[in-house]
């Protein structure tokens, strides 16, 4: 009896390779596809038969930071008598994009109301500074470095310069700066006005 067998793998003629994509906030399903359908770039070759293509993807990517993730990833090539070769590459979604600053901040000057203004300039912390941002692939985290006091200036006027700082689940980071100022400007309020007054001369 004369048969011919086949019990050799597919050969690998190009091996699969890992891809790093930046966060798009909804799956990067596009470039995920693509990936998956090019058999993470791997190709294979077989002397008795085609090869059919298949991978072990779950579905779904590690939760990292955001909405960025990554899935290891084995492509298998199979032969028509069940003969088969492997091979691994990572989708990896990351994210290195600082939040867009869609406001600046703005300064803000207001009048002395002796007593620190604190209504206003908390307020105005509070805001961060009126400014505002986004972020593509998770939300935003706003701090400042308010040192907790203003500059001593004439009376009880003073001024900080304060930087607000947006900082994704990513640890990017966009900032903006704005001064606090209070002023005076207010004339000070005659409680009492003057008396004319006259006497008699005393020579």
């Known amino acids: 009896t004369f048969t011919i067998q086949d019990t050799t793998s597919p050969s690998l003629t190009t091996q699969a390779v890992s891809q790093t994509v930046e966060c798009d906030g909804a799956g990067n399903l596009t470039q995920l596809n693509a990936w998956l359908a090019s058999n993470g770039g791997a190709s294979a070759t077989d002397t008795c038969s085609g090869v059919t293509w298949s991978n072990n993807y779950s579905g779904s990517?590690?939760?990292l930071c955001g909405l960025t993730g990554?899935?290891?990833v084995t492509f298998t090539a199979t032969d028509a008598c069940g003969?088969?070769?492997s091979s691994t590459g990572t989708f990896t979604i990351q994210d290195t994009t600082a939040p867009s600053l869609?406001?600046?901040a703005v300064s803000q000057t207001v009048e002395c109301d002796g007593s620190g203004n604190l209504t206003q300039l908390n307020a105005w912390l509070a805001s961060n500074g009126g400014a505002s941002a986004t972020d593509n692939c998770s939300g935003v985290t706003w701090t400042?470095?308010?040192s907790g006091s203003l500059s001593d200036l004439?009376?009880?006027t003073?001024?900080?310069t304060v930087t607000f700082t947006s900082t994704d689940a990513c640890g990017n980071f966009s900032s903006s700066t704005g001064t606090f100022t209070i002023q005076d400007t207010t004339s000070p309020s005659l409680t009492t006005q003057a008396v004319s007054q006259t006497v008699e001369c005393d020579g």
């Open 83 to 85: 003969n088969f070769s």
């Open 144 to 146: 400042n470095n308010y």
């Open 154 to 156: 004439c009376g009880l």
């Open 70 to 72: 990554s899935a290891s």
């Open 102 to 104: 869609t406001t600046q």
């Open 158 to 160: 003073g001024s900080a």
């Open 61 to 63: 990517l590690s939760d």
